[in-house]
């Protein structure tokens, strides 16, 4: 019932003259909660001295798509931050290659961390060229929910880049298992196959790839590019 409760924290804040942060951090979320946005950002701006107040901030700018907006507020909530407001900005830094920004974001969270959080923080980790903190990272994700897709597909492309493709197949193919429609997972694994010497199952992963998601052009870079090896040159 957030709006009672906004409407009993607000009683709160006038009986102190409207001079508490935390009541005014108080009625700012129940607020939110409630859908009445603008009186939100107003007692999050009266509670900025808090985290806190800055996630408020954050999420109401994430919803309006200004994402940037978003992710400063975001730094200066710190952990208080949230995976609702963590997810979605990682996936906005990594699609704009901003993986540094990624693990910055993400890293502070450490054990406290979700899956499909650390599962994008391996990834962050990998596009980074960090390995081994990436194949740590994704092995926890797994560990903690062993069906998570991603957290596999982070290993297979480790485990590729370490030159072990048929250990990197094998987590791929764990992935495509959870998640039939993965089509990154699905390029990988064409990766894997042809370093196995598999060409035409790796042309046929490719195939599924891009027939997922047209616009994965590594997919169809790799089929191009492999075609003309085997002389399939239409």
Known sequence: RPREAAEAYQRALRLVGGQSPDIALKVAEMLLAAGDVADAVAHAELAKSLPGAHAVLAKVALDRGDHARAL????LAG???GEGLLGPLSVW???????GEVVALLEPVGEKASPPILALLGQAFFDLGRYQQAETVASRALAIDPTSPRANEVL????????RPADGMRHLAAAIAKAPRLATAWNSLGVARY???DV?????????????DPALFDALFNLGLVAAEARQTA
């Open 72 to 75: 400063a507020e975001a730094r």
């Open 79 to 81: 952990t208080t931050a």
């Open 93 to 99: 830094l990594a699609a704009a290659e901003r993986h």
């Open 156 to 163: 297979g492309n480790v485990l590729l880049r370490l030159e």
């Open 195 to 197: 370093q196995l010497g």
């Open 200 to 212: 035409n199952a790796a042309m046929e992963a490719w195939q599924r790839a891009s027939a997922l």
